[in-house]
């Protein structure tokens, strides 16, 4: 078992190093140091999920307010340097489905994105030194199994906090688990059900027609969590 994990580590060590192609899809996430909580309140998620609307974008944010303004104000005000295909924010950690639109593109978001909330974070609470466990990490997604599942298992995250042992004992309710799903705002999951929610952060587009639609979408979202299997994309995973 210690050799799988350390052979996993490696793996990921060697694909964080390899250069992030333009036009491929990444799971892009991390965690709190010390797995310490890096969102505490409405606000600190809030102020997150505004980070990415505002740093997606070829043009710096000197003054981020001012310039989430501009976009509300003109939404084809910017140039993405990503797209956001899926996200989910969780207490001390964070997952991203994102796709480069252009060379360093990932890279240069998530710097900004990292080093604005940290700086918004610190202020906050009155502390200093990283907020982040290292750089963030990055899993190509390079086949349709792993495509196929990795959405449901970013939008499945939430789960740890009203059922902790979901994964060990499987789900016996779908519908009381989809419920919760539905309710939890700070995931992309509701608007690929139909609800709007964070119209701006994503680009719905490649999910929703590979998923035929909302309908699609739930209904095989349904039927993943009634047998779900992560052997598929361990490697993906933060676990």
Same mark, same amino acid.
């Given at each position: 078992?210690?050799?799988?994990v350390?052979?996993?580590?490696?793996?990921l060590?060697?694909?964080?190093k390899?250069?992030?192609?333009?036009?491929?899809?990444?799971?892009?996430?991390?965690?709190?140091v010390? +797995?310490?909580?890096?969102f505490?309140?409405g606000?600190? *998620?809030?102020?997150?999920?505004?980070?990415?609307?505002?740093?997606n974008?070829?043009?710096?944010?000197?003054?981020?307010?001012?310039?989430? $303004?501009?976009?509300?104000?003109?939404?084809?005000?910017?140039?993405?340097?990503?797209?956001?295909?899926?996200?989910c924010? @969780?207490?001390?950690?964070?997952?991203l489905?994102? +796709?480069?639109?252009?060379?360093?593109?990932?890279?240069?978001?998530?710097r900004?994105?990292?080093?604005?909330? !940290?700086k *918004?974070?610190?202020?906050?609470?009155d502390?200093?030194?990283?907020?982040f466990?290292?750089?963030? $990490?990055?899993?190509?997604?390079?086949?349709? !199994?792993?495509?196929?599942?990795?959405?449901?298992?970013?939008?499945?995250?939430?789960?740890?906090l @009203?059922?902790?042992?979901?994964?060990? $004992?499987?789900?016996k309710?779908r $519908?009381?688990?989809?419920?919760?799903?539905?309710?939890y705002?700070? /995931?992309?999951? !509701?608007?690929?059900?139909?609800?709007?929610?964070f119209?701006?952060?994503l680009?719905?587009s490649?999910?929703?027609?590979?998923?035929?639609?909302?309908?699609?979408? /739930?209904?095989d979202?349904?039927?993943?969590?009634?047998?779900?299997?992560?052997?598929?994309?361990?490697?993906l995973?933060?676990?």
């Open positions: 078992m210690t050799s799988d350390n052979k996993i580590k490696l793996e060590k060697i694909m964080r390899q250069k992030l192609v333009t036009d491929n899809i990444y799971h892009v996430y991390n965690r709190g010390e +797995k310490r909580l890096i505490t309140s606000k600190d *998620y809030q102020r997150f999920i505004k980070g990415l609307i505002i740093f974008d070829t043009k710096p944010a000197i003054n981020p307010e001012q310039r989430f $303004k501009d976009i509300l104000d003109d939404t084809h005000n910017r140039v993405p340097l990503v797209d956001i295909l899926a996200f924010l @969780m207490p001390n950690h964070y997952h489905l994102l +796709k480069q639109r252009l060379d360093g593109g990932i890279t240069r978001f998530m900004k994105l990292g080093d604005g909330y !940290a *918004y974070f610190n202020l906050r609470q502390r200093v030194g990283s907020l466990q290292g750089r963030f $990490k990055s899993v190509l997604i390079d086949n349709e !199994a792993q495509f196929l599942y990795i959405p449901f298992y970013i939008h499945l995250n939430p789960l740890g @009203m059922f902790p042992d979901w994964r060990e $004992k499987g789900i309710d $519908k009381k688990v989809i419920d919760f799903l539905d309710n705002r700070w /995931s992309s999951h !509701a608007d690929y059900r139909g609800k709007s929610n119209p701006l952060v680009e719905q490649i999910l929703t027609e590979y998923f035929n639609g909302e309908d699609g979408y /739930s209904r979202f349904y039927d993943f969590i009634g047998d779900y299997d992560f052997s598929e994309i361990s490697d995973l933060l676990e």
